[in-house]
């Protein structure tokens, strides 16, 4: 494995390839996707190993860009109506927790599993179900109704329940 990683970063073959060098070391650190003290990067920079420099800054770079992204995308997820009403705290989960999985699957309408919902969860399973019967509902009625300008306001009664929900999870 250590062979392969001074493969990727490009280190010329006169360093030595023993996992308990320090350069394996901050490989492997920066392999894990943690960052590097000032220490370290000082360490590096005095190997003039200005590859494996750029290639660790940008590993970096992008990691934290999809950190925000998905950040950005969890304080989204949270104006969600059911997400909002169904959690105990108003908070935004932290990106390696449970609740952030959980947002991603009640915001695409994916059934919960029975761990996820036996954890604060159930009401979201409850509505899960409740979206989806009158989702095929909504379906059955449109294929045996023929549109005509009197059934239309009919419909859109029955419909209502529907918009309401399908508006409160955009």
Do not use: H
């Amino acid at each position: 494995m250590t062979t392969s990683l001074f493969e990727k970063y490009n280190i010329p073959s006169g360093y030595s390839t023993n996992p308990l060098s320090t350069l394996s070391f901050i490989l492997r650190k920066a392999e894990l996707g943690k960052r590097l003290s000032k220490s370290e990067w000082q360490w590096l920079n005095s190997q003039n190993l200005p590859e494996a420099s750029q290639l660790i800054v940008s590993q970096e770079n992008y990691r934290e860009s999809l950190e925000l992204e998905i950040k950005r995308e969890l304080r989204e997820l949270r104006l969600n109506k059911f997400i909002y009403a169904s959690f105990k705290f108003p908070t935004i989960p932290a990106i390696d927790s449970d609740d952030a999985f959980v947002f991603y699957k009640v915001g695409n309408l994916e059934d919960l599993s029975e761990d996820e919902a036996a954890c604060n969860y159930l009401f979201l399973q409850i509505l899960q179900q409740l979206a989806i019967m009158i989702k095929i509902t909504i379906l059955i009625i449109m294929e045996q109704i023929q549109w005509s300008e009197c059934l239309q306001p009919k419909l859109k009664l029955i419909l209502a329940p529907y918009s309401i929900w399908r508006s409160a999870t955009r």
